[in-house]
């Protein structure tokens, strides 16, 4: 099907041929629709045919250039010793398999300088893993382990490397395949049940999250056939524990072992993974390997190390280790004790209820209002409205004089003692807000008898003077 810009008849032409017409389409077809060369039949059916071909279009380039986008960095990140694609893509590196079945190899993801060596976020991981190797007691440890790392980094065309050990999905024996098939039939749950057949089906890798709601299954970017993993929650790992021959006990106290293990030497698990998967433990007298179960802890990418203070609710309250301190069977050592946060708090020793609901802020706020609230009462006192103002009554005989007249010489200095204006300055300042009250007062009384004046009800002598 070619592209091709012709008038009408030529359009019509090719759309009887099977071909497509060029961009845009959709007018062009509305036109011959319009004109009654095609019918609303055939108007619908060639719309159909350009739609699927234009997706086919913007497919075909979307595979090109996700095609052109891993040669460059996929390609790229291989070493001479990894065998064939990547079978996984964390985040700052993939993992390939290695000329030993037993062995992978993990890349960096992005090339770096020779002159400054390997990128922090890529060597920060090895850094982890070995602080917490030395950092847990393995003696203690019943079910979990840490995953096995072989030799040291070593770089390759700018590009970094370390081994490590592979990891493969769970094994069954019969009898664990008896137990698996039992379990299913007396199932009632759905999303249990379908945990069980997909377990009877086509064994994975597991994630134990035993605090998430809603598990999901990952798919390794590179894709692989070790590259995808399922998460379990609580009620789901208990079911499968069940059929492996696991004790659940032993796995929450090797959570809580390791996770007070490492708080101890100041490091903070975040986001580590704890992978329910088969390693490989020996070899058979045919060469074949011997897989064993196991619980294996990956993923230190997002550990932190050197902390002063290990924050240790941030750490057990994450989805890996949640039901280690809350969940687990009832021991001394995993007694949870209240923090000072979660203690109920103990009343006020006053009695007053202003003072149990309030502190100092609240009682300042009430000062106040009784202050504005005596100040309301005062200017109701005195009348509001348009009214008769109180007429001040003269005395018959003029008050006595009873102050003293003084004369002071040119030369006569005003007093100047620091205690005297020491003493005014603070009255002026305490008594502020009194003195503002008292201008205002004095404004609204001089403005209410000039209404009065105007109005008649007093004398024009009874005004301010």
Request: hydrophobic share 30%; aromatic share 8%.
């Amino acid at each position: 099907m070619e592209f091709t810009k012709n008038n009408d008849d030529e359009l019509k032409q090719i759309l009887e041929d099977g071909g497509v017409l060029k961009l845009p389409w959709r007018p062009k077809l509305s036109k011959l629709r319009e004109k009654g060369m095609i019918s609303d039949g055939e108007y619908d059916i060639y719309t159909t045919r350009h739609t699927q071909h234009q997706s086919q279009q913007q497919q075909i380039i979307k595979e090109r250039v996700e095609a052109k986008k891993n040669n460059t960095s996929i390609e790229a990140a291989k070493c001479e010793d990894c065998n064939g694609p990547p079978i996984n893509a964390g985040t700052y590196g993939y993992i390939f398999n290695s000329n030993d079945s037993n062995i992978v190899i993990k890349a960096s993801m992005n090339a770096h300088s020779e002159k400054f060596g390997c990128p922090s976020d890529f060597t920060k991981e090895m850094e982890a893993y070995h602080a917490i190797s030395s950092s847990i007691n393995t003696s203690k440890l019943n079910i979990i382990k840490l995953v096995d790392v072989y030799g040291e980094l070593w770089v390759e065309n700018r590009r970094c490397y370390y081994r490590m050990e592979k990891l493969f999905p769970i094994v069954l024996n019969t009898i664990q395949e008896t137990k698996l098939q039992e379990s299913i039939a007396q199932e009632t749950n759905n999303n249990i049940k379908y945990s069980l057949e997909s377990l009877r089906d086509a064994p994975e890798m597991y994630m134990l999250t035993p605090g998430i709601r809603n598990p999901r299954v990952h798919f390794g970017v590179a894709g692989g056939q070790y590259s995808n993993w399922r998460e379990i929650n609580m009620p789901v790992i208990e079911k499968f524990f069940d059929i492996l021959d696991i004790d659940t006990n032993k796995y929450l106290e090797d959570l809580e072992s390791i996770i007070n293990d490492t708080l101890e030497y100041n490091i903070e698990l975040i986001d580590v993974e704890f992978m329910l998967c088969s390693v490989i433990t020996g070899i058979k007298a045919d060469g074949s390997p011997i897989k064993e179960n196991k619980i294996v802890m990956i993923d230190f990418d997002k550990v932190k190390l050197n902390q002063p203070m290990p924050n240790k609710d941030l750490v057990m309250n994450q989805d890996m280790f949640v039901h280690a301190i809350n969940d687990a069977p009832e021991s001394p050592k995993r007694v949870r004790r209240d923090s000072i946060s979660e203690s109920p708090k103990k009343p006020r020793r006053s009695t007053t209820p202003f003072q149990f609901m309030g502190g100092k802020r609240k009682t300042r706020k009430y000062k106040r209002k009784s202050r504005k609230s005596r100040k309301s009462r005062k200017r109701k006192q005195k009348g509001g409205g348009v009214g008769k103002s109180k007429q001040v009554e003269k005395p018959d005989t003029p008050p006595k004089k009873t102050r003293k007249k003084v004369d002071f010489s040119p030369d006569t200095k005003s007093p100047s003692s620091p205690k005297q204006n020491k003493t005014k300055k603070m009255f002026i300042s305490k008594n502020k807000n009194r003195s503002k009250a008292v201008v205002q007062y004095e404004n609204r009384k001089r403005e209410q008898d000039v209404v009065d004046m105007m109005l008649g009800k007093i004398p024009l002598e009874g005004g301010n003077k």
